[in-house]
């Protein structure tokens, strides 16, 4: 079964039972670059019918998320659209209209059986060593209750075919068989659809052409097929997404790995553009050896059959490699608006000709931009004084009559050191270490240029006492 839909609908489809990560937001660039490459629309839809699971203020998280990253929604909570609501909680009328037709069609059929009863069922299954299946003992006749009675809906899973299955975008042909598959309820006993039923219903409903999810739904997609086929509706293509894995492949992306949440690295200052396109990587290449995109190239050249099968690895180190290869190419105007909200403080009291001074020097070796308060902090503020040193005298009355050019610093620096008779590593290393607190900082000419005269023999004065 392959979609014929068009034109091109796809969705990202989160429940906000927490904070959206890298591998949740990986899923949404795919679905959000499918739908660009082809013209077509993005569709946030919030999953929201697990009660119990709901995060409070996931939901604006999810949605920031996205803005930050510059994967906005076509259609959506915020946006609206012609086939909303988008939030699953307020659409319990309409899966409740479909329940029914499924219900007179004998698709679905009441349960009253006891969460213990069911406990009592799994629990044998599993001292039996097989996958636990409702017995259909609310099917058998004189078991039914009155409809009254607390009761879920479950699906009949049917006896033929044999099986069901589909052609996926990404892994080619998956069949499944049917007589592993349980009556998974539909509709639970507080009247909320469970995922795969609300799921079917808006894919449907949403005309969604193409699913586009982690592969760890791929065994939800028999019952998704089925629910399709109790309908009569046409499914979407299919296509799941190989697992996001840590950088030494074989285990699961932990914490440590750099599983937090998409909001966590725009705050550490990685560029969502870097963001995007290492995302992009995390199981799609485009066949050359080209390791980083620009967002137009990547909706240029994002196709299904380039998504790979295997298992991708999140290698944190790479993506910081990719950022800060993005910091250095951009032009400094840009860097700067980029950056202000993450320069120190004191920063604000200075023009934006001094700041780029500033950032022209930190680029080379920024890896992400809150790194800039550690690197840059000696421009805005003076250090603390260092131990006095002999040598400062003649230091400052090098430095008092020059016009602060770097030729101009170099040239009386170097004859400095001649006249100590000392290394100029060690001269400019306690220059630079009384001037800027630090004993590593961008070269020491460009710096003094950039702090300029007053600044640099304020500070040098201030460590003669
Ligand atoms: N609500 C599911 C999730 O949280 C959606 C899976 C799907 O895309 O079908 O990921």
Redesign the pocket.
Known sequence: MSSTKTPVRVR????P?GHLHVG?IR?ALFNWLWARHNDGKFILRL?DTDRKRLVEGAADQIYASHDALGITPDEGPVQGGPYGPYIQSERLEIYARYATQLLESGALYPCWCTPERLDGLRQEAQKAGTAFKYDRYCLKPGNQLAEAEPHVLRFRIPEVPESIGWDDAVRGRLDFKLADLDDFVAIKADNFPT?HFA?VVDDHLMKISH?L??DE?LP?TPKHLLLFQAFDWEPPTYAHLPAVLGPGGGKKLSKRDGAQSVQEYLDEGYLPEALRSFLASLGWNDGTTQEVYTTPELIGRFTLDRVQKSPAKFDKERLTWMNGLLIRQMPLDELLERSRAFLPPEAKHYDAQYLKAVLRLVQERLKFLSELPELTEFFFADPASAEPHEWLPQIIAALEPSDFTEADLETRLRALTTELDTKPGLLFGLIRHAVTGRTAAPGLFETLHVLGHGTTLRRLRNNQF
């Open positions: 990202f489809a989160p429940s039972t949740g899923s999953e995922y799921n699913v999810r982690a739904w939800s």
